[in-house]
């Protein structure tokens, strides 16, 4: 069985900080993990994946993420945040076959 | 990537009856499920549709309440069945290849409220 964890409700972050957004896995073999976000009234936007290869993932908008496998984390991370990086944020573990599942997803509050 | 289009976007339906979701994928495309975000939720699996057989539900979820279908590679179907106000959530349709790394895209979603 594989599972995601999202340990944080809501991040509050002011303009121009760093922002990170948390994520835990388990899984049976090797990961596969996906960042997703989602604006208000609108689908989901992918941001970035590993599946393999380097730990740190680059990804969409400014955005990477941190693959620690003795940690079991994959966490979200934008260096500079802006006030548009408010959203709805989702990790998620995949299977071989697409199949995601989702963390109870994360909202993140950039104030001007 | 793939361009994921649905329809409807949104739709108030009374209880008792059915709504039939579509989902339109720009390319051809492996694999294709069903996803469903109830209010202020994350999104959990339905179903896998498979082009040309029976979709593969999720434990909780039953042909018969969430009928699917999948004629080819860039089309698929969701029907909701005898709805409740319980059925009222964000239905969305994703997409993607195995052989591209996994990645899957997301249509933007019918938001479904059952009165």
């Known amino acids: 069985a594989q599972s995601v964890a999202q340990p944080e409700d809501q991040v509050n972050v002011a303009e121009g900080n760093p922002l990170t957004v948390k994520c835990t896995y388990s899984v049976s073999g090797n990961p596969y993990l996906f960042w997703y976000v989602q604006y208000p009234n609108r689908g989901l936007q992918f941001l970035l994946k590993?599946?393999?290869?380097?730990?740190l993932v680059k990804g969409s908008y400014g955005f990477e993420a941190e693959f620690n496998k003795s940690q079991t984390s994959f966490h979200l991370k934008k260096p500079s945040a802006l006030v548009s990086d408010s959203a709805l944020y989702f990790c998620a573990v995949g299977d071989s076959w697409g199949k995601l599942q989702f963390g109870a997803g994360t909202q993140v509050v950039v104030t001007p | 990537s793939a361009v994921i289009s649905q329809k409807p976007s949104r739709d108030i339906c009374q209880r008792g009856t059915s709504l039939t979701i579509q989902c339109q994928v720009d390319s051809q495309v492996t694999m294709m499920f069903w996803y469903r975000q109830q209010p202020g939720q994350s999104l959990t699996l339905i179903a896998t549709a498979n082009q040309g057989s029976e979709a593969t539900y999720e434990s909780g979820f039953v042909i018969d309440k969430f009928p699917i279908s999948r004629p080819n590679l860039t089309f698929s179907t969701l029907t909701v069945s005898n709805l409740s106000p319980e059925d009222s959530s964000i239905y969305l349709c994703?997409?993607?290849?195995?052989?591209?790394?996994?990645?899957?895209?997301f249509g933007p979603g019918t938001r479904l409220t059952v009165t």
């Open positions: 994703s997409a993607g290849d195995s052989g591209d790394s996994y990645e899957q895209y």
């Open positions: 590993y599946i393999t290869g380097d730990n």
